[in-house]
């Protein structure tokens, strides 16, 4: 490996066209560093950020990944440090007059072969962990379930071998909230569908207060919950379990302990008589997402991740990704990859509603980009979009999610969500994931209890840093030691070793995991 705090002046163009690359070196270069074709840095230019490939007059064009990324405040001489304080950003692209379903991706041969240890659900989805999870209808029984849930993991679980963890299912809804108001289909059908997730097989259990908007019934209505014979047939629906702290019979807090921890002995024991077997890889379903990104985040990491997804949808997996105000400046490029018209549109009506939504909230995309993500390159959220959609590969998009609806198809989704990464990840899980990618470039402990996460680092730096978090280095990459394809075949790989309980993530590890957040565009009351 090459030592990147000895190396020569080395910056990172990503096409021909672009007028700016970006500084590879460790620690970023001083003013008078001179790189291989004679550039000569005019200012201090920190890692990840941009220098001036030309001559750039005010007004002049800054482009980046063949894209216009902005407009130069002043004049900018050739090796000058580009970033947003010089920059204007380009208007938002209009969602009309686009490409739809132009671009029919060459068709790559099946990726067959490639299996993964599971558990095989009655409803078809296969899970890659096996999880008693405990939905809640209301924020106000967060307490009581954590406290049940601590002493099922201390008592009971050790009865149980073949059930991997427990987890309760908190959020901050239920109550004091417009249950009926349209957009509140949003956090009830996030939640109804996380508690349905193939990594809990099937077993629902509720806690609820009582009192709360969000009744169990109105959670999770008849017919949600079906029990399904050995073809897959639904024969019944299955009767709610609800544990309700109100309910006459408790008396004193330990008797709701007592109930809820009666119920869970139920639960596991079903799930302790499954058993993983032998899937193929298509029974996958990887959400991707980024999160405290960098400049390399669209040169390393997310590159490899966007091989590994044209691995798996060869492979006839699911994937999807997210995260509308990081594509949104993208958007002509994702109607054109649309399987059909159709999906083109549905991608074009759920980035209007987003427009809209900001828009209420009188905030434009730009407050998107965090003061991590300029402090390692990115400019603006145009700059940003683009490096984020490459995570998706090249495969034809074949569907759209509303957020907190599930996928019911395979290939390569999008599934609309907000960009704050706990926020996408609650939705990804309500779509049905059962495996997690996250490429990060400035860090983050990042993690979910409810499927393995996967956590890749876009610098060597941070890869080394954190060697006990990262799980993946696509630093590599831009190190000269790996290519994309190396990491993506990698990353597919690993992928399934994590799927078939053969490793554990580092997340999984220290059990590091974020709260789930849903999301509620319907107001308060």
Not at 367 to 395: R, Y
Request: hydrophobic share 40%.
């Amino acid at each position: 490996m090459v030592d990147t705090n000895t190396r020569p002046p080395l910056y990172i163009r990503i096409h021909a066209a672009d007028n700016v690359a970006i500084v590879a070196n460790d620690g970023g270069l001083k003013a008078g560093a001179t790189f291989s074709d004679g550039l000569v840095l005019v200012d201090n230019v920190p890692q990840g950020h941009k220098v001036a490939l030309t001559d750039l007059a005010e007004g002049a064009a800054i482009v980046r990944y063949n894209v216009v990324i902005g407009y130069a405040q002043k004049a900018l001489p050739r090796g000058s440090w580009v970033h947003e304080r010089v920059m204007r950003m380009p208007a938002a692209p209009e969602l009309v007059g686009l490409p739809i379903a132009t671009v029919k991706a060459p068709a790559l041969p099946p990726l067959d072969g490639y299996t993964f240890e599971g558990y095989r659900n009655a409803d078809g989805s296969v899970g890659s962990r096996n999880i008693l999870a405990i939905t809640t209808t209301v924020q106000c029984v967060a307490g009581v379930v954590d406290f049940a849930v601590q002493r099922i993991k201390a008592e009971l679980l050790p009865k149980y071998p073949n059930v991997d963890d427990m987890v309760g299912l908190e959020h901050t809804y239920g109550c004091g909230v417009a249950i009926d108001a349209p957009d509140a289909i949003v956090p009830i059908r996030t939640l109804r569908n996380i508690s349905l997730n193939p990594n809990f097989g099937g077993e629902v259990m509720v806690v609820s207060l009582g009192c709360e908007k969000l009744q169990p019934e109105r959670l999770l209505p008849p017919g949600t919950i079906p029990i399904t014979d050995q073809r897959g047939e639904t024969v019944a629906d299955a009767a709610l379990d609800v544990v309700c702290l109100q309910d006459e019979g408790h008396v004193g807090f330990m008797s709701m302990i007592d109930s809820v921890m009666r119920q869970a002995d139920v639960h596991l024991t079903r799930l302790n008589a499954r058993r993983r077997e032998t899937v193929p890889a298509s029974e996958l379903v990887v959400g991707v997402q980024c999160g405290g990104s960098d400049a390399f985040s669209g040169v390393t990491a997310n590159p490899a991740v966007g091989f590994a997804t044209d691995l798996l949808v060869r492979a006839g997996a699911t994937v999807m990704f997210s995260e509308t105000t990081e594509v949104r400046d993208g958007i002509d490029q994702l109607t054109s990859r649309a399987a059909t018209p159709e999906v083109a549109e549905a991608m074009i009506r759920e980035m209007a509603w987003y427009d809209a939504y900001l828009q209420k909230g009188r905030v434009d995309r730009s407050a998107n980009t965090t003061p991590g993500n300029k402090k390692g390159g990115l400019s603006n959220i145009v700059e940003k979009a683009m490096g984020s959609i490459v995570k998706s590969g090249s495969a034809p998009i074949s569907g759209v999610l509303a957020p907190g609806e599930k996928a019911k198809q395979k290939g390569l989704i999008y599934a609309a969500t907000p960009a704050s990464d706990f926020i996408c990840g609650t939705l990804q899980l309500a779509a049905g994931i059962n495996l997690h990618i996250f490429t990060t470039g400035r860090g983050t402990p990042y993690g979910l209890a409810e499927v393995p996460v996967i956590k890749v680092a876009t610098r060597s730096d941070l890869a080394r840093r954190w060697h006990d978090l990262m799980d993946v280095n696509a630093g590599r990459i831009a190190d000269g030691d790996a290519t994309i394809e190396d990491v993506g075949w990698e990353l597919f790989r690993l992928m399934l070793e994590v799927a078939s309980g053969k490793k554990k993530t580092w997340a999984e590890h220290w059990k590091l995991h974020n709260a789930l957040v849903l999301f509620n565009p319907a107001p308060v009351t």
